[in-house]
């Protein structure tokens, strides 16, 4: 089964993944749904597991999300997280679909995955939160970087279409690809704003665009606490540190998010 297809995964293929194995129950679920293209499901999980395996807890945030499903496998491989928020400037229609077949393993997905339509800088970030991009073209991943870099954040970025008008290669093509450059250039920046840098690589079988760039403060590379103002400097966030307006104001905008996506053309 070539891994890299772009072909969608249909229910009929959930036979492919008959084992108790947690990424075969995921695979199942994605089946379910119907939606998504088999190369999306490896990428998703490739990168979630080896961000987890530096970044636990937190409130996920994916940035540039597409259906979600990167956010969603961060809440299965740590269950600590209290909540995920998944950003797109256009979540696609099948974004509820997924969703649904997933929370059918996982219920408390539902209860804990939002759905926000707004420009990715509009997004308020956090210094305990855990920032996530798969495939954010071009100098969106730089964007993503910074927002995280100015909420000291920590970071994860798989990045591709590296547009070599926009993204910076500090003259180094000459030595090496200009996409590594790229990719180098980020790399050295993140550890000049004082964070710690962790590199790693998904199967190059998925994807040739398989260089993950990952940072977190380096005061806090070693323990990480969720801070916001509104709790109090040192406190660690959880769910039940939202008011129950503000959740429900949140399952409100991201239904709003889910059904505009569904009704769009």
Known sequence: ???SSKNRL??????????????????RAVCRAGVLPRKELYEAWETARRVRRRF??????????????LAQIM???????????????????????LLA??????????????????????????????????HACGGLTDMILARAVGARARVAVLPCCHDLETCDTAGL????????????????RLKGAGYEIYTAA?????????????GAPASSARRVRWQSASCGRGKTMT?????????????????QALEKAANSN
């Open 173 to 188: 093509g000459s030595w090496m690809a200009p996409d590594l450059a790229v990719d180098a250039v980020r790399a050295i």
């Open 1 to 3: 089964m070539k891994r």
């Open 10 to 27: 249909m229910p009929r293929h959930g036979d492919l993944f008959p084992d108790a194995t947690l990424f075969h129950r995921i695979a």
């Open 202 to 214: 998904i199967p190059a079988v998925i994807t040739p665009k398989n260089r993950l760039l990952m």
């Open 56 to 69: 636990r807890g937190g409130r996920v945030v994916d940035l540039a999300c597409g259906h979600g499903l």
């Open 75 to 97: 809440l299965i491989l740590d269950q600590t997280s209290p909540l995920a928020l998944a950003v797109d400037t256009h979540i696609p229609k099948s974004a509820a679909t």
């Open 101 to 134: 077949a997933m929370s059918e393993t996982w219920p408390f997905i539902g209860e804990r995955l939002y759905f926000e339509s707004r420009d990715l800088g509009e997004i308020d970030l956090l210094p305990g939160d855990v920032v996530v991009s798969a």
């Open 239 to 255: 769910k039940e540190s939202y008011s129950k307006s503000a959740l429900n104001a949140m399952h409100r905008a991201s239904k």
